[in-house]
């Protein structure tokens, strides 16, 4: 167990909906960041925060969004789904961007 | 443009031998070196990591070597065990960059390890 904790576990969905990734870092961790993986895209970075501002951003589509609220915790927001977003999301932290960075369990995202 | 590149999907291994653990890098400004170890429906899960002032690193059975010249590193595992086999990722961060908390992956190599 990481420290890390990721709700939903799943997520089932259709074509055009938004849904919303929480994440819930280590306790002390201030950096927060989003991965996506997919079959064929292997473990891409999406975004990070660090202690509730945006640090670093990837290939992280327009539809996406994400922020970090004061109490650390950070929600990755995905909006006018397409089949191509099915994927794992996974949410890690660290103390800062420096550190090694632990991951959370991952949320399975189906969008049908 | 693939970054970080590990060229071997997959290794079967004999338990109690050497598992090695290759991955190559592009980007010289990358200076922080890392591997997770991934099970099926799991996160990754950090294993060790290295500096690029170093050329060692070592944490148990886990050792990892980096070659800055030849953009290399490598972890190796002794003895290995059935437990370790996964999915193993490399990942690199330049981390005086202002993408600093970017970690770019390769894309894994399965590691088999057979009783």
């Known amino acids: 167990d990481s420290g890390v904790t990721q709700t939903p576990k799943h997520l089932i969905t259709a074509t055009g909906q938004r849904v919303t990734l929480r994440c819930s870092p280590r306790?002390?961790?201030?950096?927060v960041y989003w991965y996506q993986q997919s079959l064929d895209q292997g473990l891409q970075f999406l975004i990070q925060?660090?202690?509730?501002?945006?640090?670093a951003k990837g290939n992280i589509l327009e539809r996406f969004s994400a922020q970090q609220f004061p109490d650390l915790h950070s929600e990755l927001n995905l909006s006018s789904l397409e089949l191509g977003d099915s994927a794992l999301y996974f949410c890690?932290?660290?103390?800062?961007?420096?550190?090694?960075?632990?991951f959370g369990p991952g949320t399975r995202l189906t969008v049908l | 443009d693939q970054q970080v590149k590990q060229n071997s999907p997959s290794l079967s291994v004999q338990e109690g031998r050497i598992s090695i653990l290759n991955c190559d890098y592009t980007?010289?400004?990358?200076?922080?070196f890392l591997w997770y170890k991934k099970y099926p429906a799991e996160g990754p899960t950090f294993l060790i990591s290295?500096?690029?002032?170093?050329d060692k690193n070592e944490d148990g059975r886990f050792t990892v070597f980096l070659n800055k010249s030849a953009k290399h590193l490598s972890l190796h595992i002794v003895p290995s065990q059935p437990g370790d086999s996964a999915v193993y990722f490399c990942?690199?961060?330049?981390?005086?960059?202002?993408?600093?908390?970017?970690?770019?992956f390769g894309q894994g190599t399965e590691l088999s390890v057979k009783p």
């Open positions: 890690a932290s660290s103390v800062s961007w420096r550190d090694e960075q632990f």
């Open positions: 306790s002390g961790d201030l950096s």
């Open positions: 925060y660090y202690n509730g501002e945006e640090r």
């Open positions: 980007n010289s400004m990358f200076d922080y």
């Open positions: 290295i500096s690029s002032i170093k």
């Open positions: 990942a690199a961060n330049d981390r005086g960059g202002n993408q600093g908390g970017k970690l770019i």
